[in-house]
């Protein structure tokens, strides 16, 4: 019986963690039309290229952490 708790709240917290990934995608997307975010496994690759200076990177930064 715990063994299939175990496993469906796992399930539960795959899925969970899915859409989160996928609405800061879509967020990253949006913010960032310029790059490329692409879902690599359970991560989230962003590729382009900005100015240091850019305020937008203290956004993504606060992610982060």
Request: glycine share 10%; net charge neutral.
């Amino acid at each position: 019986m715990m063994d299939g708790l175990k496993e469906r709240g796992r399930a539960i917290g795959e899925a969970a963690a899915a859409r989160v990934r996928g609405r800061v995608a879509t967020t990253l997307r949006e913010t960032f039309p310029e790059a490329a975010v692409e879902e690599v496994g359970d991560d989230l690759v962003l590729t382009g290229r900005v100015t240091a200076d850019d305020p937008r990177l203290r956004w993504i930064g606060s992610l982060l952490r």
